[in-house]
């Protein structure tokens, strides 16, 4: 079994590759063994040429007669008969060499008993060669890049005065070179137009005068305490409102009931405490004795309230039936007084149907409501003038 010289694992014959760790195989395949048949004629040869010199010699002494008179006849021919036997007699001996070659040794046999044959010794086979270390496959290697060799520009003698000073890391370098010796860096200056300056490096303090400076200088702190001072008041005077009607915008109004509701007149099962109750089929009317112009209803709050919105239903009951059946306000005159003394008054003019109406009026501490009947839909004698309900939203 052929076996890997790497690894020592097994080869099956015929494969030009490891198949456990990879290496040639090809370099590896053993040296034959030289074929014995060359040795054995090789030894042969000698005696194959003694066995046909034998037999040559007992063929020789059965016509001893035949040769002597061929050697009177040879004798008398004279020396020119020996010249002319020398070419044929070396042309025998080569073809009885070649025949003595090819012949293979057989052992003489002897008339007195049995063949007796000297054996004659084998040949040993030729022990093989040592076979040479031979050279296994390698697999090829990666190849490794060259470190680069840094220069130390340290230690360069000084340049010529027309040397071109690098702008990025200041080599000299000799006249004519476009990039750094050095850094690599593109040695002429790339054109364009100037960098702009900044704003703050173009201002310039007017140069002083004598006896000029002190007077600007105080001029100049004086003016800086008339804008604190106005900053000041602005933020006092201003700056409340300036928050409120930030948080006005942003806030979600919320409801509130008043503390107390009383009424200028009422009529009987009308009382004015109905237009808080939070139902629309209940209302107040003023006392039917006297014309609805001019009364009113007046609503406290404790603590005052930054009102936001105010919400109006009129008419008897939001069903259109009976909406109709009693008289309704047309106009109201909103009076709002604050804790801080002054009221203000605003007219709120209402549309003849059933459901809300939002009036947006944006009061800060209030602390009273009032609402006065200026005009009337479907004022006939004997008809209520009624108001269902009025919310309140103020600003949490």
Do not use: K
């Not at 004279?78 to 040794?105: H, K």
């Not at 054109?191 to 900044?198: D, I, R």
């Not at 004086?222 to 700056?239: E, H, K, Q, Y």
């Amino acid at each position: 079994m052929r076996t890997c010289d790497n690894c020592g694992a097994e080869v099956t014959p015929g494969d030009g590759f490891c198949g456990n760790c990879g290496a040639f195989l090809a370099w590896n395949d053993p040296v034959p063994p030289p074929a014995p048949a060359a040795t054995a004629t090789a030894v042969g040869a000698p005696a194959a040429r003694d066995t046909a010199t034998d037999a040559a010699r007992d063929t020789g002494a059965g016509d001893a007669g035949a040769g002597a008179g061929e050697s009177v006849a040879g004798d008398t021919a004279g020396p020119g008969a020996d010249t002319a036997a020398a070419p044929g007699t070396a042309a025998e001996d080569t073809a009885a060499r070649r025949a003595a070659a090819l012949v293979v040794p057989v052992p003489p046999v002897d008339d007195d008993g049995p063949d007796r044959s000297d054996p004659v010794p084998a040949a040993a086979p030729a022990e093989p060669p040592p076979a040479a270390d031979q050279p296994r496959a390698v697999r090829p290697g990666l190849p490794v890049a060259p470190a680069p060799v840094v220069r130390d520009f340290a230690g360069d003698a000084a340049g010529a005065p027309d040397d071109v000073v690098c702008p990025a890391c200041g080599t000299g370098n000799p006249a004519g070179r476009s990039f750094c010796r050095r850094c690599g860096g593109p040695l002429a200056a790339p054109a364009g137009p100037a960098a702009a300056v900044p704003w703050w490096r173009r201002l310039r303090w007017p140069r002083r005068r004598p006896g000029r400076g002190g007077l600007r200088r105080l001029l100049a702190v004086l003016l800086v305490l008339a804008l604190l001072a106005a900053a000041a008041w602005a933020a006092v005077r201003f700056g409340p409102r300036a928050v409120d009607a930030v948080r006005d915008r942003t806030a979600t109004p919320e409801a509130v009931l008043p503390s107390a509701v009383v009424a200028s007149s009422e009529a009987r099962g009308h009382p004015a405490r109905s237009l808080v109750d939070g139902l629309n089929n209940r209302y107040w009317a003023p006392a039917a004795d006297r014309p609805a112009t001019g009364q009113y209803v007046e609503l406290t709050f404790d603590p005052p309230i930054r009102l936001m919105d105010l919400i109006v239903h009129t008419g008897a009951s939001p069903q259109q039936d009976v909406f109709v059946r009693q008289a309704r306000p047309a106009e109201l005159t909103l009076t709002l007084w604050t804790g801080d003394g002054p009221s203000s008054t605003r007219q709120l003019r209402l549309s003849d149907r059933p459901g809300p109406q939002t009036f947006h009026h944006v009061v800060g501490g209030v602390t009273r409501l009032r609402l006065t009947i200026d005009a009337s839909y479907g004022a006939q004698r004997g008809r209520e003038v009624a108001l269902a309900e009025v919310e309140v939203f103020r600003r949490p």
